[in-house]
């Protein structure tokens, strides 16, 4: 079973940055691919960023309402994924969620399906 804990989240203005964390265990970390996601008030939750695994040389690919505004990354020695945003909206309030997918996924299954593990979430609330 993989852990995922999310830090980070907070109250912001407008304009401003912000940074996520997500640490999680396991020892096959470097491999999985990370996401974030988030979950606004009666949205649905949506894709933020997603990094592939070192085999797929941790591509990186991102939703295009935060594209520009927003960096995942990741540190393999320190089974941890990041997520800066910079660049705040209002449209970005959200509860942001980190997802993980086992290492066994093949990159087909990771870019269609759903996440199989997933932290507990984090508000990130942006003000005017």
């Known amino acids: 079973q993989v852990q995922l804990v999310e830090s980070g989240g907070g109250l912001v203005q407008a304009g401003g940055s912000l940074g996520l964390s997500c640490s999680a265990s396991?020892?096959?970390?470097?491999?999985?691919?990370m996401a974030w996601y988030r979950q606004a008030p009666g949205k649905q939750r949506e894709l933020v960023a997603r990094i592939l695994g070192s085999q797929h040389s941790a591509t990186r690919n991102y939703a295009d309402s935060v594209k520009g505004r927003c960096t995942i990354s990741r540190d393999n020695a320190k089974n941890t994924v990041y997520l800066q945003m910079n660049s705040l909206k209002l449209e970005d309030t959200a509860v942001y969620y980190c997802?993980?997918?086992?290492?066994?996924?093949?990159?087909?299954?990771?870019?269609?399906?759903?996440?199989?593990?997933w932290g507990q979430g984090i508000q990130v609330t942006v003000s005017s």
């Open positions: 396991g020892s096959d970390f470097r491999r999985r691919a």
């Open positions: 997802a993980s997918w086992t290492a066994t996924r093949i990159l087909s299954s990771v870019t269609t399906t759903a996440p199989d593990y």
